[in-house]
């Protein structure tokens, strides 16, 4: 499918032998992958794996070692081609800023002055919020939006400049089940409809298998990839995390498990023994 | 005129100089605060505001102690210490207060200084009370110029930041992953609210100015859901606030025949801020009343 697109199958992203140290601490090392047109991947990766790190060099916020080609050009800030929805996003319930004026900031927020009423900028807006299914909740205040809701007003926010890589970093976390599964089918349809490469950061994988082509699995700064078959056994992620780690299937689900003390293939790593269950269920 | 009407404008009130000049002063003050406002509240820099404010005192004093006028003293005090501010501003969460709390110590230092001297050399103990508390009726129609040429810089540069200020304000995560310059947008902005500051404190006083800078936004925030509607009502209150605390300045000569003093205009602007502030919070606390007397059978038990 991706031969269709202009870029002729060449991979949206190309992340080669990054490496990042903040403050001494090496945070990536040598992580290498890359996406194609369309394809869902998800990031996976315990809290303080990287995941965030990964998106802000992605973005060209973070300085690192190694080349990220994004659509075949190196890596900058500002780029039209990729739409970000960040963990962090908190808005009190009095801030004037409706749905509708959130998405429409999507769309030209990087240009100076107000935006004039234009109505093809309306137009775009109403397409966008009917895509993401948010018409109902338009002129609402996005503070006082549910977790659900506020993650759909993101996307389309990021969607709207017709991006080809959607960067969601943990979009799950902080939404139930339910919300959950209603933001994951949104993503998939979205990415399937208009061929843009989705890359999702999640601590849990198991909300993500029914979706996704592609797993980056991050574990002490460094990343295996491939497909979920090939990427979440029990021989790949105990070299990644340098320690025994067992792979289980329960009900369908994946649980990783850390094995006993005395499996451990390399002690060096004192952060990963000291986890006695490691569960990405 | 007709009689109740003479009862609420007091005869000259409309053919007095001073009047107009305060009128006109204060609504285009009113319509920078406002603009300006809002994005103070969203972004949560009351207190910078409030500590230009003090710190204008500062101009004020070394602005009359040099024999200048005090809105360029409010001004130049204003931008140098958001300057200062934003130089020493640490990078971290609460950096910003840390060096805002920084900034006013030192500048009211300096305020201490120059009101002393402006009661040693010129023997004034009212110009104190003017500068901090305000004196819109004392204002010439000379300073009209200066006050206009303020607010067209102030509100040019709000309207040029626009889209990248608005969206850095709501989600400085957003902001940069679009590549726009968070930190210089905020700088920018902080010069748009010195001169706000500076206009504020003009017309009703250095301490009283954040009360016109931060109460009609924070109101017009209860009352809108869009960022251009929140500023046209923060403007629209910071103007009514003013105009009826001339009209009941004005008025308040006669309420007491042998003073011979009207009450100060200041006094009932902020006053008349404050009482809006409270009253857009009504209906809301209203309709939580109502919803919770509705869903609770037996109210009268809780008064027990």
Redesign the interface.
Known sequence: MSDVLPNGGAPILAVDQVSVNLAGREVLRDVRFSIEPGEFTGLIGSNGAGKTTLFRVILGLQAAHGTVLVGGAPRSRRNPLIGYVPQKFQLDPDVPLRTRDLVGLGLDAHRYGIALPLRTRRARVEEMLEAVDARGFADARVGTLSGGEQQRVLIAHALIAAPKLLLLDEPLANLDLRSGHEVVALLARIASEQQIAVLISAHEMNPLLPVIDRIVYLAGGRAASGTTEEVVRTSVLSALYGHHVDVLQVHGRILVVAGEAGELADTSDHAHTRTPVEIIS | MSQPLAAIFAPGFFTSQIVQVAATVSAVAAVVCGTVG?FIV?RGQSFAGEALGDISTTGGSGAFLAGAGPLWGFGVAAVAASAVMELIGIQRPRGRDLATGIVLGAGLGLAALFLYLDSVYHNTTGATVSLVFGSMFAITSSSIPAVIAFSALAICLV??????L??SS??P????????PVRLVGAAFLLALAIAVALAAFTIGTILSTALLVGPAAT???M????A??IAAAAAIGIAACWLGIVLSYDSYDWYHQSGKSWPVSFFVVTLIFLGYLLSGLPQRLRRRRASVASDPAPAARLS
Do not use: K, M, N, Q
Request: proline letters at 7%.
């Open positions: 809002v969203i309207a040029a930041l626009g889209r990248p608005l969206l709501v989600s995560e957003l902001a940069a992953a679009r590549g726009i017009a925030l209860r809108t859901r869009s960022p509607r929140a």
